[in-house]
């Protein structure tokens, strides 16, 4: 997937079953990024791009993104835009939708205590070591420092942002990358909607502060580009 995955299990799950469970969600990304990546001329994605493939013969999980990308364009008034780059590119979506998918598939096999990291798009669950999970957001500017540290049972977080891929976020509205904010992170119960909602912010720029400040059920950090912090009041600091 173009990105660092680890899982943590915690409880009382025995090494070999652990090792079962881990192998089946690194199969389940393997398959995600057979199927949806933009660097694998082969996969789903770059089929339908070529017209090789139409949207009524995709697999089920592409046609579910494809809805999903769809909504959550008309949810932020455009901003998130799986054809902002001119071509077809859920990954805004994919990433952390995989991660939510590899998180539920986790607990309904009997492993509710763990944490699921891809990349900085996180997912966790239960308790570790009977506390909750702690979550550092990477610091824009200094990458061995931290700017908030979240903690939670039940929370899903993503994190768009400038400072490891370039501005690699575009503006869909004017088709360049979006400059004006470092770092967005959302914090809320789904992943895939998160992953969806940072990006979507990223390409806002400055006006993406008050939009995420509206949001239900979802929280959020933002640095911009010139070092000013933002975060909401809901927001679960450790």
Same mark, same amino acid.
Request: charged residues 20%.
């Given at each position: 997937m173009g990105t660092a995955i680890s899982i943590d299990l915690s409880g009382s799950i025995d090494s070999v079953r652990a090792a079962e469970l881990a192998d089946a969600a690194f199969a389940?990304?393997?398959?995600?990024?057979?199927?949806?990546?933009?660097?694998?001329?082969?996969?789903?994605?770059?089929?339908?791009?070529r017209g090789e493939l139409s949207s009524a013969d995709a697999s089920p999980d592409l046609r579910h993104v494809l809805d999903e990308c769809a909504r959550l364009w008309r949810e932020t008034d455009g901003y998130f835009d799986a054809y902002a780059t001119g071509r077809l590119d859920p990954s805004?979506?994919?990433?952390?939708? #995989? !991660?939510? *998918? @590899?998180?539920?598939? +986790?607990?309904? =096999?009997? &492993?509710?205590?763990?944490?699921?990291? %891809?990349? $900085?798009?996180?997912?966790?669950?239960?308790?570790v070591a009977g506390q909750p999970w702690r979550i550092g957001i990477r610091?824009?500017?200094?990458?061995?420092?931290?700017?908030?540290v979240l903690?939670?049972?039940d929370l899903a977080v993503a994190t768009s942002g400038n400072y490891e891929r370039g501005f690699h976020v575009i503006d869909p509205l004017t088709g360049k990358p979006a400059r004006?904010?470092? #770092? !967005?992170? *959302? @914090?809320?119960?789904? +992943?895939?909607? =998160?992953? &969806?909602?940072?990006?979507?912010?990223? %390409?806002? $720029?400055?006006?993406?502060?008050?939009?995420?400040?509206?949001?239900?059920?979802y929280e959020s950090a933002v640095v911009t580009e010139d070092g000013l912090a933002f975060r909401s009041e809901g927001l679960p600091v450790a």
């Open positions: 389940w990304f393997r398959e995600v990024d057979a199927r949806f990546s933009t660097y694998q001329d082969d996969s789903e994605v770059n089929r339908l791009q805004g979506y994919v990433k952390g939708w #995989s !991660v939510q *998918v @590899a998180s539920d598939r +986790l607990t309904a =096999a009997g &492993a509710p205590d763990h944490c699921v990291n %891809a990349g $900085g798009d996180v997912r966790v669950c239960g308790r610091h824009p500017f200094e990458p061995m420092q931290t700017c908030w903690a939670g049972t004006a904010l470092a #770092s !967005v992170t *959302v @914090a809320g119960s789904d +992943l895939g909607v =998160a992953d &969806a909602y940072s990006t979507a912010a990223v %390409a806002m $720029g400055v006006k993406g502060i008050d939009w995420l400040a509206r949001l239900e059920g």
